[in-house]
């Protein structure tokens, strides 16, 4: 996998002054446009489309000191009007395009490369799991992406649930672990950048219909599933996990996500601090 993103970094480095498409990525990459752009966030610490933005104005910076025209650079890189590339050279360097011409300021950002870093020792505890298909059924909504602390949003659809939901809801309730799942899908294309809204529905596992008007259901595929449980202060924990599975787990394990809906489930017993969750994550076999 390793090989497959310095490819890319390549492939970027020959087409910063073209439209790079999620298309030709997941041909280089091996995997769908969205779950590599995922890994890319946790392994890099931005978002890959940052990364491309603050390749091409390094690269604008290099074009403006050698004395080009701040014109043809904004049109070069991809920016519709001059306006609009001189905001975000300014916000990215600190320096309007024209201070740098006359001044030769000069800012950097490298091209990145990717090795193989052992790193602390730490073991993740996951089991592979297959499971039939299976429905959700409960309530959900569109709430904004948000990566670290508590979703306002959320706690609002956890709190709109009325008695009469939550008892449907255990009459169909036939699946481990037989609680409340939060599952998440159809995520916005600003994903990555923490933007834009995903479906949020929190509901029970079930092999039943849902006969209920005052309910949703959605079918999940049958899958193998890695199945990460972990334990500490909520969400701090669970968040980590999560990124724990992206920037480590996942490269170097002989699995890929798939594109199902992402379930995690959590136990609390009245306290934050040391609460029990489970994160199950769609997988498949990566190709030999």
């Known amino acids: 996998m390793l090989q497959q993103f310095n490819q890319l970094m390549d492939y970027i480095e020959t087409h910063l002054t073209d439209e790079i498409s999620g298309k030709e990525i997941s041909k280089i990459v091996g995997m769908s446009d969205y779950h590599f752009k995922r890994m890319f966030s946790y392994l ?15 690269e604008a910076n290099v074009d403006l000191v050698k004395g080009e025209k701040v014109t043809d650079i904004a049109f ?5 009007s001059i306006e609009g590339f001189s905001r975000a050279f300014r916000e990215w360097s600190g320096f309007l395009p024209s201070e740098v011409a006359k001044n030769k300021f000069q800012k950097s950002f490298p091209k990145m490369s990717f090795i193989i870093a052992v790193k602390g020792g730490v073991s993740m505890e996951f089991k592979i799991e297959k499971k039939e298909k299976f429905n959700i059924v409960g309530v959900s909504k569109r709430v904004p992406i948000q990566f670290e602390g508590e979703n306002n949003a959320i706690i609002e659809l956890a709190q709109s649930i009325t008695e009469q939901q939550r008892n449907e809801m255990h009459q169909l309730a036939d699946l481990y672990p037989h609680q409340v799942l939060n599952v998440s899908y159809n995520f916005d294309e600003g994903y990555l950048e923490e933007r834009g809204n995903l479906t949020h529905m929190i509901g029970f596992a079930t092999t039943k219909e849902n006969p209920f008007d005052d309910l949703e259901q959605i079918s999940v595929e049958e899958s193998l599933w890695a199945i990460f449980p972990n334990q500490g202060p909520f969400p701090s924990t669970l968040q980590e996990t999560y990124a724990k599975i992206y920037a480590e787990w996942i490269p170097s394990s002989e699995y890929e996500v798939i594109n199902l809906p992402g379930i995690s489930f959590t136990k609390f017993a009245g306290s934050n601090e040391n609460v029990y969750s489970e994160i199950w994550m769609p997988v498949k076999k990566k190709a030999i």
Request: hydrophobic fraction near 30%; charged fraction near 25%.
């Open 44 to 58: 890099a610490g931005m978002s890959l489309n940052e990364y491309i933005k603050n390749r091409r104005l390094a």
């Open 76 to 80: 070069k890189y991809g920016y519709q």
